[in-house]
Each structure stands twice: as C-alpha cells, then as structure tokens.
C-alpha cells in the first residue's frame, strides 16, 4: 500500500516539478492570481511567473442519487522560474480565470527550454523557461464546487512553500 501524504484526497506530494508533468492535471483549476516577479539579484533571465490557484487534487465521483461532483482542492502556488518570451493575453475580465490544461511543447530553436503553453477559460499564456516547481500550501479540502473561497484558501498567496 502507498503511503500518501494526504490520503483522502489523493495527493501523493506537496511539491512538484516539470518531472511530475505526466502525472498532474491542471483542468478547471481557478486562478486567482498572476504575478511576474524578479530576482533580486542580476540573474538572467530575471523574470519568474507565479500563479496563485486552487489544484483540484481529485474530482470525487457523485454518491448513487447525486448529480454533481465533489473535490478535494489545496491551493497552490505554480511558479515558471527563468520565465522569458511570456506573451497572453486575458479577458473578459469580469469572468474568473480557470485553467483548460497546461501543455509542454518542444522548442522549434536551439534553446534547451521548452515552451509552455496555459490554456484556459478567459486567459491564454506562452512562456519559454526550463520548468516549474508548484508548492501546495495547504490541506486539501473537500468542497462540493471547484474553487476554495478566498477565507478557505487563506486569501491571495504567492508563497513557494508546501504545508508539509
């Protein structure tokens, strides 16, 4: 038996990287926030791109009479460290962000890092970077709608440490 270390949910860990891509799933996953950040150093390239959301760590399938999903929902903090070439574009903005998946697309140039494409519901972004870390900072809970209230989730975070 699999020792997790969140067992009703079914997350296996609270940090990931570009290495755990096969095995994460990113849909319908509310974004709450976006940052582009620097190093505070004169490392190139200097920028980063954080994304605040709720990972839907499990779509729990409905009980015998129920119609609707439930799931077990952590948020996370997805960051793309040496993000470069990021273009997108955002809107409406009056509706929420989720995301429709992430894609990892082979460079068509000499560079070794890939391009990542987030494909969402009102959002589309493209970056270059060598990869991700996502950090899980809390608990997943489990809720009968697909994103966590800004009070369950703690509020808006860009913090780069898992709970556990």
């Known amino acids: 038996m699999i020792d997790l270390p969140h067992g009703p949910s079914g997350l296996s860990k609270f940090q990931w990287s570009q290495d755990d891509f096969a095995n994460m799933g990113w849909h319908d996953c509310r974004v709450h926030a976006v940052s582009i950040g620097e190093y505070d150093d004169d490392t190139l390239p200097p920028a980063r791109l954080l994304l605040d959301l709720d990972y839907i760590a499990r779509w729990v ?5 129920d119609e609707h999903f439930s799931f077990w929902i952590a ?5 793309f460290e040496g993000a470069w ?9 009056h509706e929420v ?5 992430i894609h990892q697309l082979d460079a068509a140039d000499s560079s070794i890092d890939p391009w ?4 969402g519901h009102n959002f589309d972004l493209r970056l270059r970077a060598a990869g991700y870390t996502q ?3 809390l ?4 809720v009968l709608r697909q994103s966590l209230t800004l009070g369950e989730r703690g ?3 860009f913090a780069e440490e898992p709970f556990a």
Do not use: M
């Not at 070439?85 to 903005?93: A, D, N, R, T």
């Open 61 to 65: 399938s409905p009980a015998r009479g």
């Open 75 to 79: 948020p996370a903090t997805l960051v």
């Open 85 to 93: 070439s990021i273009s997108g574009q955002l809107g409406p903005l």
């Open 97 to 101: 962000l989720e995301i429709a998946d």
């Open 116 to 119: 990542w494409h987030i494909e």
């Open 135 to 137: 950090f899980v900072r």
């Open 139 to 142: 608990p997943p809970r489990h």
């Open 155 to 157: 509020g808006i975070n």
